[in-house]
């Protein structure tokens, strides 16, 4: 099968030209790769994917196979991974919301946590999940990330449990920052393994249904800490809060360990064909399944991408809001004039609403074709004004201002779409990782900086942390909207040049560099940039 990479389109992309020997048809790989994969396209020697370890050449990728056996392949997968992914999701939020119900159960008096000290502990929890972020997404690249993540989500339920002993802000400070740690891996694991999964046009919706959970931990935490309210035991509630949902998360750190599969290429749970047709639904992705080895490479040219540094500033405007939320949500409830134990089931409504949102959201940009930056603009708008409203319905509409509390969830389906733009439009597996994580140091950032914004003294309407919220927003929607103009050009660029090759854009052969681990800059066949265009 002849090459692709020509020194016209090495050129106009960027990347170095190779010639000679530097482009060959081979294949040399530490996985028990065959020597010599002939037919394979890879930019460099060695740079191919694991997905060549069960096909010999290019050819066998198109593999017959009828609809209902792709649909009930597809069904299989679904509840391999995303009843897992999804419970895990549920036990993130409500891990991160334990310190906000422990705040209304007293943790704050019994503590004696005076001035900003609650807001570092807010905060101190993203400084561990900032420091381990590299190192996490570099470790996910080289071990079985099934096995990876199970043992991280049990040493983060181990954490929180040990914060029921502590009797310091400072002791309780550091085991935040363990458990931010360990759970640095969740979000850049998860959507790893829904591009080892998913096509393009699959991505957003299973995004979206995992993150649902999100809404889910929201509601569910407010009914664990309703029951947890009302235990009359000899510990305080706010150390049966850390103590039950740590535990939980032990035990569900294991089952995940057992559970979930590693990859397409490795899942027990599929034949060796139905691991073929999984891996061949993904060729027209040309971003891979993964492949173990750190190409410097592959670093350098992430941090050279725009795209990098818009994803980083995404993940920081769009998480502003929530370092304050997940937070302080239940103190501005309590706020409103709601008791202790009713404020914790105001929160279901809300976590109910986001779910919606996000469900609703993935849902029409699965039904209308590349409209990714088109929906996180629609979906942010709700949020804008509720945020206004929140900011300036008077103190004594409880009413008018729980709903306009409840108006700020819908930035949690905004976000899906940003993860899924982050996935759909990255290639090469180094890459990839580099991008997640410096899209989640932005996260981190942004929910460091988020509890800062409330100030006790303006508690609890605190005017300052509901403007940080309007004034992230909107710079959400510039960044969006300069992210869209710079991907619609770049699509036109490449039709151009894809125009320009013999057999026009209809006669581009994807098969050869389906799973050659090569980046979006080196592969120009690397279909087209999801946005809209």
């Known amino acids: 099968m002849r090459l692709f990479t020509k020194l016209a389109q090495a050129e106009d992309s960027g990347i170095p030209s190779k010639t000679g020997d530097d482009i060959r048809p081979s294949v040399t790989h530490d996985e028990g790769l065959p020597p010599q994969k002939a037919g394979w396209q890879v930019f460099r020697a060695g740079d191919g994917d694991t997905a060549m370890a069960i096909f010999s050449t290019p050819d066998e990728v198109h593999e017959p196979i009828d609809p209902d056996e792709a649909r009930r392949l597809e069904r299989k997968i679904d509840f391999m991974i995303l009843p897992y992914l999804a419970v895990c999701y549920a036990f993130f939020y409500i891990d ?82 363990l458990g931010g740690a360990a759970e640095a891996c969740s979000d850049p694991s998860f959507m790893l393994i829904t591009s080892m999964w998913y096509t393009r046009k699959q991505q957003p919706v299973r995004i979206g249904i995992w993150y649902t959970a999100n809404g889910l931990g929201i509601a569910g935490g407010g009914l664990l800490g309703y029951g947890i309210g009302n235990i009359k035991g000899a510990l305080p509630s706010w150390k049966y809060e850390f103590i039950i949902i740590g535990a939980l998360c032990c035990i569900w750190g294991i089952v995940m360990f057992i559970m979930l599969p590693d990859s397409p290429v490795t899942a027990k749970l599929l034949t060796h064909r139905q691991r073929r047709l999984a891996i061949e639904r993904l060729r027209e992705n ?51 004039g709601f008791s202790t134990l009713n404020t914790t089931l105001m929160q279901i409504p809300y976590g109910i609403f986001i779910c919606i949102s996000i469900l609703v959201c993935v849902f029409l940009n699965d039904r209308f074709k590349n409209r990714r930056c088109l929906f996180i603009i629609l979906f942010l708008i709700p949020n804008i004004c509720g945020a206004f409203s929140l900011r300036f319905t008077p103190v004594d509409q409880r009413v008018g201002r729980l709903i306009s509390y409840y108006l700020t969830g819908p930035y949690n389906a905004a976000f899906v779409l940003v993860l899924s733009m982050q996935t759909a439009n990255t290639a090469g597996h180094t890459k990839k990782v580099v991008t997640n994580a410096v899209l989640f140091l932005g996260y981190c950032t942004g929910n460091i900086a988020g509890p800062f914004f409330y100030k006790t003294s303006q508690s609890p309407t605190y005017s ?62 690397y279909v087209r940039f999801d946005c809209l265009s």
């Open 286 to 336: 040309q971003t891979g399944v993964e492949n173990k080895h750190l190409k410097a490479y592959q670093v350098r040219e992430a941090f050279m991408d725009y795209k990098l540094y818009l994803f980083f500033v995404l993940g920081v405007v769009g998480n502003v809001p929530n370092g304050g939320i997940s937070n302080f949500g239940t103190i501005i409830i309590k706020g409103f």
């Open 96 to 177: 991160k919301t334990t310190l906000s119900y422990a705040a209304i159960f007293g943790i704050r008096e019994d503590l004696n946590l005076v001035g900003t000290e609650y807001n570092w502990l807010s905060s101190t929890f993203y400084f561990g999940f900032l420091i381990w972020a590299f190192p996490t997404n570099f470790l996910m690249q080289r071990l079985p990330i099934g096995k990876y993540l199970g043992f991280n989500i049990f040493m983060w339920g181990f954490f929180l449990m040990l914060q029921a002993a502590c009797q310091s802000f400072a002791t309780l400070a550091l085991l935040r920052a």
């Open 464 to 525: 300052l942390g509901i403007w940080s919220m309007i004034v992230s927003h909107l710079m959400e929607v510039v960044v969006i909207l300069l992210l869209w103009f710079l991907l619609s050009k770049e699509n036109k660029r490449r039709d151009r040049i894809q125009s320009e090759e013999e057999g026009g854009l209809e006669g581009r052969d994807l098969d050869s560099t389906a799973f050659s681990d090569m980046t979006d800059r080196e592969n120009l066949k």
